[in-house]
């Protein structure tokens, strides 16, 4: 099975790239920018990155990031992350990236944007990997700042596939960037939102509304409200659901309590992802393991579900043909 999980040409559409950052980057990025790390060792960040909830992991992340400085670390970053996603078979990633994060402790847009970009070219020349670039909003940071980042990006737009929401879910409902998503819309970006991870199945129902997105990243809470999953069956709506991170920010206790079994059963259009690999235990090729080991899935469940992210990514129609 691990070898075929491996093989099978996977798509990830729910992946942050700040959350790719593993320890041993972290601390050599640390040291090229003689900035001093909280942890002494890579032991005590592993034993740190034990989160009850998405605020306590959300903390960790955010500090973390603070050794990315330069374009060569985000660049670095990237291509870090596409080497080992393209070895776990991973062909196509639609990356999430949060500038505001940046910009907010000093580092320019353009440092973010060159970095990512660079990677971006180098991995679709060099490893057959193609990559879409979802721009996200911090959902806990003001709506105006939004809408002056999307502006700000005016140069990068083309090279944006979609923009996206992200970040502490529970009291920041999605409406609120109902302006920004239009202009998104306007300019002629697909729009995806985290909707239902850990806020309530509303704020699912919400987003599709009030922010036209085309996929919901998560939406696990949708199975509380019946009408909801039959609306989302009905739409076929993505799901980009990652199991391994629901278990460790504690919105399940274990993978084979988590829903995806039932939202299976129930036809949604379910793909799986990673989330932040470096922070919730593994890539896509550990989250397809999990799935396989908790729920007895066969091969036929993991094609149809790769086939799934395939037909979902935002990748040029000719690439999409030669991976279905
Ligand atoms: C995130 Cl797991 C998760 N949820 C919400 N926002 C995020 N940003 C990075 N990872
Ligand atoms: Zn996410």
Not at 157 to 174: H, I, K, N, Q, T
Not at 248 to 264: D, N, Q
Not at 285 to 298: I, M, P
Request: net charge negative.
């Amino acid at each position: 099975m691990r070898d075929f999980l491996q093989r099978l040409p996977k798509a990830e559409l729910h992946l942050h790239i700040e959350g790719t950052l593993e320890p041993e980057l972290m601390f050599r990025l640390a040291e090229r920018n003689h900035i001093a790390l909280p942890y002494a060792d890579i032991d005590e960040v592993t034993e740190a990155y034990r989160f009850r909830h998405l605020q306590e992991f959300l903390d960790l992340y955010y500090q973390g990031m603070d050794v990315l400085r330069t374009p060569r670390d985000f660049h670095d970053l990237a291509m870090d992350y596409f080497v080992r996603a393209r070895n776990e078979g991973v062909m196509h990633i639609d990356m999430h990236f949060d500038p505001q994060a940046h910009m907010q402790r000093g580092v320019p847009l353009a440092s973010v944007m060159q970095g990512l970009l660079s990677a971006v070219r180098h991995a679709e020349r060099t490893l057959d990997l193609s990559v879409g670039l979802i721009m996200a909003f911090l959902r806990d940071r003001p709506v105006a700042e939004a809408a002056a980042l999307l502006e700000q990006a005016r140069d990068y737009w083309p090279y944006l596939s979609a923009v996206g929401l992200d970040s502490a879910e529970r009291g920041y409902p999605p409406g609120r960037f109902a302006d920004v998503f239009a202009r998104a819309g306007e300019l002629g970006l697909a729009r995806v939102a985290h909707a239902g991870e850990e806020g309530p199945a509303a704020y699912v129902r919400e987003a599709l509304d009030e922010l036209g997105v085309e996929r919901i990243d998560h939406g696990v809470q949708c199975m509380a409200d019946e009408a909801l999953v039959e609306r989302l069956r009905r739409e076929q709506t993505v799901l980009t659901v990652c199991p391994l991170s629901n278990v460790s920010l504690g919105i399940y206790a274990a993978v084979t309590e988590h829903p995806l079994p039932a939202m299976w059963e129930a036809g949604l259009n379910v793909t799986l992802s990673s989330d932040d690999p470096a922070y919730f235990g593994g890539g896509m090729l550990s989250n397809h393991l999990a799935c396989a080991e908790a729920f007895g899935w066969g091969k036929s469940t993991f094609l149809s579900l790769g086939r799934s992210a395939i037909s979902a990514g935002f990748m040029p129609e000719a690439r999409r043909q030669t991976l279905l």
